[in-house]
Nanobody, 113 residues
Framework: QVQLVESGGDLVQPGGSLRLSCAAS????????MRWYRQAPGKEREFVAH???????IVADSVKGRFTISRDNAKNTLFLQVNSLEPEDTAVYFC???????WGRGTQVTVSS
């Protein structure tokens, strides 16, 4: 069955960086566009970044220049490099297969001094 398992979240100070990972299994990863979303406390889930099967990317304006999405098809893993973190980036980060109902359980990122 399809499994998406996020990891890499942590408590970091403002200005810090993290690399989030999403280990994928149960489907043909290399043939699937993938996305990251996030949900902050009390807010709706919001789009963060998309990567196509050709490696083309789309990043939300709110994180452009700070966040980078990438993928390693040999390892069936999706990544999100998050730099220059701000308290407003505090959220649970989820990976998903684009335009599907498959979601991971998320990884918590907390930005606080």
């Amino acid at each position: 069955q399809v499994q998406l398992v996020e990891s890499g979240g942590d408590l970091v100070q403002p200005g810090g960086s993290l690399r989030l990972s999403c280990a994928a299994s149960g489907f043909t990863f290399s043939s699937s566009a993938m996305r990251w979303y996030r949900q902050a406390p009390g807010k709706e889930r919001e789009f963060v970044a998309h990567i196509g099967t050709d490696g083309g990317t789309i990043v939300a304006d709110s994180v452009k220049g700070r966040f980078t999405i990438s993928r390693d098809n040999a390892k069936n893993t999706l990544f999100l490099q998050v730099n220059s973190l701000e308290p407003e980036d505090t959220a649970v980060y989820f990976c998903t297969i684009a335009r599907s109902s498959y979601w991971g359980r998320g990884t918590q990122v907390t930005v606080s001094s």
